[in-house]
């Protein structure tokens, strides 16, 4: 199953295509839209539908998976969202793709485990379950292929009627996190490192001790 995968933005919206097959995860592209900033807001929305309308033609996707709005989001922010999802949920439809739409938290839970995992929680694991070493810089792309990969997961959920089994890199990323609470130096340094999920109080790190200590 081919899947693509939508972060939707007004001022960029990432995309990722990803080929799903069982356990299996192969990226098949990914990028972002970014309309010249320049433009009228109207032009700038038919930037993004025709920019999908290509990437679809192109890839060929079997459906469509879009994260869903944040709605803690200032409200001039919010509206241009909204219409930014209406242009691609327009280009969606026009390309008869069935489109099905998660939160954030949905994403975040079937790709690293937790709904309240951080954005380079889960670019970790992108990057893991892809196999692949290194992905565009910045969230947008990211996210796209979390989407997609989320939906990858769903068929196999529905047919087992509960949670799938977790990958190898899923529970890694779990007993890294586990290490880290104990206050293990090592397995501390190496989350750190991989996924950035610094303890801060005040904006200055603060150092875990030890328990029984």
């Not at 356990?23 to 038919?46: E, H, M, N, Q």
């Not at 327009?90 to 949905?106: F, G, K, T």
């Not at 994403?107 to 565009?136: C, H, I, N, Y």
């Not at 090592?186 to 801060?200: F, H, M, N, P, T």
Request: glycine content about 12%; proline content about 5%; hydrophobic content about 40%.
């Amino acid at each position: 199953m081919r899947v693509l995968g939508i972060d939707p933005g007004s001022v960029v919206t990432g995309y990722g295509v990803v080929e799903c097959r069982g356990r299996s995860y192969r990226l098949v592209t990914c990028g972002c839209l970014r309309p010249d900033p320049k433009l009228a807001f109207s032009r700038r929305l038919v930037r993004i539908y025709d920019g999908l309308m290509d990437l679809v033609a192109e890839v060929g996707p079997e459906v469509a998976a879009v994260e869903a709005t944040f709605y803690g989001a200032k409200v001039q922010t919010l509206m241009k969202m909204c219409h930014a999802r209406g242009a691609i949920m327009v280009a969606l439809a026009n390309s008869d793709l069935p489109v099905h739409e998660y939160s954030p938290r949905e994403v975040k839970k079937a790709v690293v485990g937790r709904g309240g995992a951080s954005k380079e929680q889960v670019r970790f694991m992108v990057q893991k379950l892809l196999g692949v070493d290194t992905l565009p810089d910045g969230y947008d792309t990211t996210d796209s292929l979390a989407v997609a990969v989320c939906h990858g997961q769903r068929p196999r959920v529905l047919e087992s009627g509960g949670p799938q089994k977790k990958s190898s890199a899923q529970a890694k990323l779990e007993v890294l996190m586990a290490d880290t609470e104990s206050g293990s130096g090592s397995a501390y340094a190496r989350i750190l490192d991989r996924v950035g999920d610094a303890r801060k109080v005040g904006g200055r790190p603060v150092k875990l001790k030890r328990r029984g200590r």
